[in-house]
């Protein structure tokens, strides 16, 4: 693990190959963190639509238990 000083020093003084493996190393680390965040966010809309879910499917039954009972009523003439 490289220390944010040995970062700075290698940027400072570093030859090419030491810089860019800091560029590089930077970037990893910005991309690990946007991932996170991203799976972080993904979680919660995931948990948001369990619960919206459950709520149509509750909705679609009573529905569908209402169409049932007003087939089971016999037409009046």
Known sequence: MVTLAQATEAL???????ILAVVVGL???ALVWIVRLHL???AGWEAKLEVLHEKTLA???????????LGE???ED
């Not at 400072?12 to 030491?18: L, R």
């Not at 909705?59 to 009972?69: F, G, P, W, Y």
């Open 27 to 29: 970037l990893m680390s």
């Open 59 to 69: 909705i679609a039954l009573k529905v569908q238990q209402t169409i049932i009972k």
């Open 73 to 75: 009523v016999p037409e």
């Open 40 to 42: 972080q966010e993904r």
């Open 12 to 18: 400072a003084t570093g030859s090419a190959q030491q």
